[in-house]
């Protein structure tokens, strides 16, 4: 059961508070001045009473339990971070793939996000966002593809990183690798459906305002079987190119929004960002998105969120099939 902070908290409870307050004032003087967002004052119980550790399973069960309002993932998430920038995962002799890295204190088979940039952008468009996603319960990857060039090559390497990673269990051992969400911005969200279609181990995925790239993709949304999310931009502001194929191709288990006055570029969050409204609202429907679909493997618990700012306007055009 998720319940405020107790008047006199528990020992491991003010351990996490203050990991959490040193981690993110190490995060505000090496980096740059986070969005002022505020933490979350949620506390998650331990699944035992004789427990000090909190499973990862029991984490995303009590936030699903909870019925927790997309709002809510606009705050910071509960869990400290370590932040592990500029490693190279070895896919092979001659591929290194670069990758910044954000792992959850929460650090006991917690799920994997792995998130890949757009055209002309790198993985630092995305760092704010697997930070975030890290101080509520869930590790993240940010990947460095090739930014220009065939975006379907993208998706054959992604699918090979998904690959790797799964193989190798001993070496991840506070990640759940039977929950892995893909997450895709613009032509790299073409990029996560082709590696979809090409049968990548991964529980689902959310995509970020995606763009089309190749004549192949209808025919490799249509292979696609995991759920997927849908976050558009505002399309009277940014009309991103074929988005409307993702949603047409996929046959079913697949939702869309859009996000009311949000721009193309919105669906990205730097560290070095302020943390604009549209930005805010993408990266909570972005945290709730991967919330549902890692922790029941369905979109009903995201949809349920969203609710709150669909009534409010801020979400438009929700569809499901």
């Not at 069960?61 to 500029?86: D, S």
């Not at 969120?305 to 055009?317: E, N």
Request: glycine letters at 8%; proline letters at 6%; one cysteine or more.
């Amino acid at each position: 059961m998720i319940q405020p902070h107790p008047s006199r908290p528990a020992p491991w409870q003010r351990a996490l508070a203050l990991l959490a307050a040193v981690t993110t004032a190490l995060l505000i003087g090496s980096c740059a001045q986070l969005p002022s967002t505020g933490v979350t004052s949620i506390v998650f119980q331990p699944p035992g009473k004789d427990s000090k550790e909190l499973e990862s399973e029991s984490v995303q069960t009590q936030v699903v339990q909870k019925r927790l309002g997309v709002h809510q993932f606009r705050l910071r998430g509960p869990f400290a971070v370590t932040t592990r920038n500029g490693e190279t995962l070895r896919l092979s002799a001659k591929e290194r793939i670069p990758m910044d890295l954000y792992l959850s204190s929460e650090n006991r088979s917690a799920p994997l996000v792995i998130l890949l940039h757009g055209y002309n952008n790198t993985r630092a468009d995305h760092a704010y966002q697997g930070m975030h996603l890290a101080t509520w319960g869930m590790n993240s990857i940010v990947l460095q593809l090739p930014n220009r060039g065939s975006w379907i090559n993208n998706g054959r390497t992604l699918a090979r990183v998904v690959e790797y990673l799964r193989k190798r269990p001993s070496e991840f051992p506070n990640v759940d690798l039977n929950r892995i969400i893909l997450v895709g911005h613009s032509f790299g969200a073409s990029a996560v459906a082709y590696a979809l279609a090409q049968g990548a181990p991964a529980s689902g995925a959310v995509l970020l305002d995606p763009a089309s790239f190749g004549a192949a993709l209808p025919a490799a949304l249509s292979k696609i079987s995991r759920p997927v999310i849908v976050l558009g931009a505002d399309e009277e502001i940014f009309p991103a190119r074929g988005r409307d194929l993702f949603f047409r191709h996929i046959r079913s288990n697949v939702g869309e929004l859009s996000i009311r006055n949000a721009g193309h570029e919105d669906a990205q969050f730097r560290l070095k960002d302020s943390g604009r409204e549209e930005q805010l609202d993408f990266l909570s429907a972005l945290t709730a998105g991967v919330i549902s679909i890692s922790s029941t493997g369905q979109l009903d618990f995201a949809w349920q969120s969203y609710t709150s700012l669909a009534d409010a306007q801020r979400f438009y055009d929700l569809r499901l099939k």
